[in-house]
């Protein structure tokens, strides 16, 4: 497998906030790898400091389930799902739109998180993120 290097993430990085600008919605985006570690963070200016720590939640939840943030609500929500409280492992997860796991050759390699707009806004700016691979 073909690690996700510091460029990719830094492409990656680049290319949510080109599309985050365009909206225009300030937005704070993390890049990690595989393993869920950061390797790219920014807060553009404006975006509400709270979504610091939120971005960074969907990055790893993604990344640490090889899914979409989005994919796993449905199946954490409620106390009849069959995942509930899932979301309170791994110091808390995040399960709504904005986190998208990043591919290569069909290997999850990483994972982009974005956070500062609604859910749809999160996930738009991070699927144009992953289109960067």
Known sequence: MNPLTAADARRVLDAAVAHAEQMPQPMVIAVVD???????FLRMDGAILGSIDVAQRKAR???????AT???HAAVAGPEAPLHGLDTTNRGLIVF??????????????AI?????????????????T???
């Open 34 to 40: 595989a393993a869920a570690h950061l390797v790219a």
């Open 61 to 67: 939840t993604s990344a640490l389930f090889r899914t």
């Open 70 to 72: 989005g994919e796993l």
């Open 97 to 110: 739109g904005g986190g998208e796991p990043l591919l290569r050759d069909g290997e999850v390699i990483g």
């Open 113 to 129: 998180g974005v956070s500062a707009g609604t859910a749809e806004q999160d996930t738009e700016v991070a699927r144009a993120g």
């Open 131 to 133: 289109t960067a691979l």
